[in-house]
């Protein structure tokens, strides 16, 4: 699966259902380089007369901010000089750090693929932080999507929108689409509310996890299995749309490189290779595509997160956790060089099969389960039934209508048979009788 240098199309797309929402389609861009950066980015407008720049959308920060450059070494149009715009406006100045002031601007949002002026939305969106920088630092246009505390809230992009009666409520949910490259962000309601595939699951919401005061979308793991192997420890899976592959821990990796690959490494079909992504030191395992093949993946153990809080078991099949890439197969779970605790990050792959809504407002996350089957009482449905009685109700009438006709078919024809057996001299007797 190639990304080098992708040209594409972004865009913000509004859709109106039963509530407001606004649907931001996303692109993932890998950046080939010594640190194989992967970023989700969408495009918007921003000033007056309107400047396209790119911003990332990012789980790790809770700020909505731009910046005044262009960051060429990343291949992305982030250009935007206020000094361009009428629109600009400061508002105050803030001591919050890198940043320089505060302001207010105008914000297109585009309402079709093709970003044309007459299909945009537009909103004067205050506040944003506005960085002070220079041109060296790597500092981006950023729509941050991280919940928030208190003291950040009135800077976060979901803060901002409900403020401005834009949306009308803080959820929102990350859809991947089947190639992983792309997907869209729902912000302002629940999925079941306008995709009828999540009617027949249980929503679970429970608390998200906090780290040095730092507060994160991510989930808590109380064991992993695979095979008859078990490691139990209180692991942390942080969401992280910004990377395809699962990072696991260093042990589990050693564990299934001793479970499964050591038999394809001592023949020289698979490999451990050593690789950075997003500036980290990572090693995966690599497999020879024309010796490994479906057969091998099949046996793959399947890996086994358990929610202990969700009551919810996340499950992945060795064909959902090899990837061809180029030449080789990818196994989709890799380690951070030297990590030892017990954090993993939740990348596009895990994204893709499990569906999560965030509460910002609540600091809630929350999973959409498939329904486990119970004693518990279920709804009866007299649909079939009603369905089948009316077939019956139809058919007994119609064959009452037949019966009815041939009745009456069979007292005409007795009638005029035994008319026609009276004589004549009879017919003027009974005529006469009657008189």
């Known amino acids: 699966m190639k990304y080098l240098f992708q040209t594409v199309s972004l865009f913000i797309l509004i859709i109106k259902t039963n509530s407001n929402l606004i649907v931001i389609p996303f692109i993932n861009k890998e950046i080939s380089g010594e640190d194989n950066h992967q970023y989700i980015y969408t495009q918007i407008e921003i000033g007056d007369p309107p400047q396209k720049i790119d911003s990332l959308l ?48 105008k914000i ?52 901002i929108l409900k403020k401005l009666n834009i949306i009308d409520n803080y959820f929102w949910t990350i859809n991947i689409d089947s190639n992983l490259t792309e997907g869209k962000i729902i912000i302002g309601d629940l999925p079941h509310n306008y995709e009828k595939k999540y009617a027949d699951k249980n929503l679970t919401f429970i608390n998200t996890y906090s780290k040095e005061n730092k507060i994160f979308w991510g989930l808590q793991f109380s064991a992993i ?3 008859q192997r078990t490691i139990t420890d209180l692991m942390i899976g942080k969401i992280e749309p910004n990377i395809l592959e699962i990072f696991g821990s260093y042990e589990y990796i050693n564990a299934i490189e001793e479970v499964y690959f050591e038999k394809y490494k001592s023949r020289n079909i698979c490999r451990k290779k050593f690789d950075k992504i997003n500036g980290e030191d990572i090693f995966r395992f690599v497999c020879d595509k024309e010796m490994f093949n479906k057969s091998d993946i099949d046996l793959f153990p399947n890996l086994t997160l358990i929610s202990v809080e969700l009551n919810y078991s996340f ?59 119970n004693n518990e009482p279920k709804e009866k449905n007299y649909t079939m039934l009603i369905i089948i009685l009316s077939i019956l109700l139809i058919n007994l009438i119609i064959a009452l209508v ?28 009974f005529t006469h009788i009657k008189e």
Do not use: H
Request: net charge negative; proline share 1%.
């Open 402 to 429: 037949v019966v009815i006709y041939y009745i009456r078919k069979n007292i005409c024809k007795t009638r005029k048979r035994r008319l026609s057996e009276i004589s004549d001299e009879d017919y003027i007797y």
């Open 58 to 105: 990012n789980f790790q920060d809770s700020y909505f901010y731009i910046s005044n450059i262009t960051n060429s070494n990343m291949n992305l149009n982030s250009s935007y000089n206020s000094s361009l715009s009428y629109s600009f406006k400061i508002l105050s100045a803030t001591n919050i750090s890198n940043f320089k002031n505060i302001i207010s601007e």
């Open 315 to 373: 499950v992945f099949t060795g064909e959902e956790l090899f990837m061809e890439k180029n030449d080789d197969i990818y196994f989709m779970i890799v380690s951070k060089v030297g990590k030892t605790d017990g954090e993993w990050d939740l990348g596009r792959i895990f994204l893709y099969k499990y569906q999560f809504v965030m509460d910002n407002d609540n600091n809630l996350i929350g999973i959409y389960k498939e329904k486990e089957n």
């Open 108 to 159: 297109n949002f585009y309402t079709d693929i093709n970003c044309e002026k007459e299909n945009k939305k537009q909103y004067n969106i205050s506040p944003i932080l506005y960085p002070e920088i220079n041109i060296n630092e790597s500092l981006f246009n950023i729509i941050g999507l991280q919940t928030s505390n208190n003291m950040d809230k009135s800077f976060n992009i979901i803060n």
């Open 225 to 227: 299995k695979f095979e």
